[in-house]
Structure formats: structure tokens, C-alpha cells
């Protein structure tokens, strides 16, 4: 854990937080700055930055566990939100998962979607450069 980062802090009980969920391997609490109602944070306890820094069965249980909020919340639009570096949007260097419910077009996480065209050859390109290093 890092000794300044915020969600670490909470982690080791320095910040309370209203915590949902709590396990060997991860947190879950609501935000206290929500987009909507039962917007939530589920965090790995493992201090990384960024997902790739984040060991797999942390992540599974992550993940496993955001899943069971939103089933115990009843909500049925919602995003999953995880973002990775300042220009992605991070502002804590601890990796974090937003459950942000959608209950209507006002309330939750507004999106922009800027799409463009691709260049098939550019696609198949990239495709195999991304398939040979999986």
C-alpha cells in the first residue's frame, strides 16, 4: 500500500468510507461525490496504478464483486467505469471501478461516443500486431 494514496488510506482505515463489501482482497463503498444513487467504488487492496499493474485474482474478485452490487441494488442500466492514466481521466493512482447506476437520462455517467472511420488495411494491421502479443 502507498502510504499518501487516498484510497489506501481508506483501505487501512485512516478516511472512513461507507463501506458495501470488505474481503482479504478487495473494498467496496459508496462515493461520496455519486452521479447517481448507489454509485459505488470497488477497489483492489493491492496498491497499482493501473489495471496491468493489478495482479488477476485480484481482479476477478473485483470484478466478481461489482457484479454483486448491482445485482443486490436491483439496478438494471448502469456503467462499469475504469479509467487509466490522467488523459483517461484518472485521478487517483490506484485502480478503482465505478459501479454507476443509470436510472434515467439525467442521473449517472454522460458519455460522448466520437466515433470515426477505420481504414480496413490500418484494422488488419493492427489486429495482428495486437494478436500476436496476447
Not at 23 to 49: E, Q, R, V
Not at 51 to 71: C, G, W
Not at 74 to 84: C, F, M, T
Request: glycine content about 6%; overall charge neutral; proline content about 5%.
Amino acid at each position: 500500500m502507498a502510504a499518501a494514496c487516498i484510497f489506501c488510506k481508506i483501505i487501512r482505515g485512516e478516511i472512513p468510507s461507507m463501506k458495501i463489501f470488505e474481503s482479504d482482497k478487495t473494498l467496496a463503498f459508496l462515493d461520496i461525490g455519486p452521479l447517481s444513487k448507489g454509485h459505488s467504488l470497488i477497489i483492489p487492496k493491492y496498491h497499482g496504478a493501473k489495471l496491468h499493474d493489478i495482479p488477476d485474482d485480484q481482479l476477478a474478485e473485483v470484478l466478481s464483486v461489482t457484479k454483486r452490487i448491482a445485482i443486490a441494488q436491483g439496478v438494471q442500466d448502469y456503467n462499469i467505469l475504469q479509467n487509466n492514466g490522467r488523459i483517461a481521466h484518472q485521478e487517483v493512482d490506484h485502480v478503482h471501478f465505478h459501479l454507476i447506476p443509470k436510472p434515467n437520462e439525467e442521473e449517472g455517467l454522460g458519455i460522448r461516443w466520437p466515433t470515426k472511420a477505420a481504414d480496413k488495411d490500418q484494422l488488419t494491421k493492427l489486429l495482428e500486431d495486437i494478436k500476436a502479443k496476447v
